[in-house]
């Protein structure tokens, strides 16, 4: 009798590792809790299931994988939408729905009047039109700000502006007068120097008898 290896993986056993994660990937549950219960249901360890699934099992089943994925999605947005809209129908909105319709653990709606959706409805739109008042009061504001956004531009603008001739103008003014202070520099050197020359000239008086001298 041929003796079979302690962790040979027959084809049941790599089938029913598939069927369990596949369940549990479209329930949302974790891959982890599934090759837990494969684990108790063909006597392995969860970590000796899960190097099967991801070294061999889930090859073969990587187009099963993405519809049990989309699966899960699907089932999960249902799941948010019906749990919102029991929410907003049962305290929100003033438990019209509630009061007509079960409400059962996943959230779903169920046993609902025509009046009963008639009435939530009715109050639903009564906040959808209060909250395009706030929409609309909110697009009002942003637009007065941007109007001040450009105003304060433009006022930005004209300061620069003004700052820019201020600066030529100051430019202009310092040239010339450092082009006065030179002027009077060299007039200053020419008054000077016409000092020295008219000392530097030889003088002559005249005496009681009418004649020049020469002053040394």
């Known amino acids: 009798m041929t003796a079979i290896r302690q962790d040979a993986w027959s084809e049941e056993d790599d089938l029913i590792l598939a069927e369990v994660t596949l369940r549990h990937i479209r329930e949302g549950s974790t891959q982890l809790s599934a090759f837990e219960e494969v684990g108790e249901k063909i006597g392995r360890t969860a970590a000796a299931c899960g190097f099967r699934w991801n070294s061999f099992v889930r090859k073969k089943y990587e187009a099963a994988i993405q519809i049990a994925k989309a699966q899960r999605q699907k089932r999960n947005q249902h799941r948010k939408h019906a749990s919102a809209f029991a929410s907003v129908a049962g305290s929100g909105m003033g438990g019209p729905l509630a009061s007509e319709g079960a409400v059962r653990s ?84 020419l008054a000077f120097l016409a000092e020295e020359e008219e000392e530097s000239k030889t003088r002559f008086k005249m005496d009681e008898n009418g004649n020049l001298e020469r002053i040394e």
Not at 125 to 130: A, D, L, M, P, V
């Open 106 to 189: 996943d959230g779903i709606v169920e046993e609902l009047s025509i009046d009963a959706v008639i009435r939530f409805l009715r109050q639903w739109k009564g906040s959808y039109q209060e909250m395009v008042r706030h929409v609309r009061q909110l697009e009002k504001e942003l637009n007065e700000k941007q109007d001040e956004l450009e105003r304060l531009r433009s006022l930005n603008d004209e300061l620069n502006r003004q700052v820019s001739d201020v600066s030529t103008d100051y430019r202009v003014v310092n040239d010339d007068y450092k082009a006065l202070i030179q002027i009077m520099d060299r007039a200053r050197k």
